[in-house]
């Protein structure tokens, strides 16, 4: 059982940055697959935002490339998402989890909220 902790999102103004920390215990999930999601509105689907392919290319969506960077810390079991020049579309209930709950039905943790507004 592979369990998942989101942290590190809050107020931001826009313009400004901020680093998300995705924590994993436990077994049975890829490291490297830990990728970022976010829900942008109450109900609506979790969207891929950041993931590093097989290749280990690390893989953006349209909309936040060049602005976000994913990065892993394997002694720590950590995987982070630093967020730069934040807009107010990136406001957003952030998660982490297998880049395969793209396709597949998962469990979801509370994940960590980002509000991007001055």
């Known amino acids: 059982q592979v369990a998942l902790v989101e942290s590190g999102g809050g107020l931001v103004q826009p313009g400004g940055s901020v680093r998300l920390s995705c924590a994993a215990s436990g077994s049975g999930l890829d490291f490297n697959r830990i990728s970022w999601f976010r829900q942008q509105s109450d109900g609506g689907a979790r969207n891929l935002v950041a993931?590093?392919?097989?290749?280990?290319?690390?893989t953006y969506a349209d909309s936040v490339r060049g602005r976000f960077t994913i990065s892993r810390d394997s002694t720590e079991n950590r995987v982070y998402l630093q967020m730069n020049n934040l807009k107010g579309e990136d406001t957003a209930i952030y998660y982490c989890?297998?880049?395969?709950?793209?396709?597949?039905?998962?469990?979801w943790g509370p994940g960590t909220q980002v509000i991007v507004s001055s």
């Open positions: 989890n297998s880049d395969r709950c793209r396709w597949y039905p998962c469990s």
């Open positions: 993931a590093t392919a097989s290749d280990g290319t690390d």
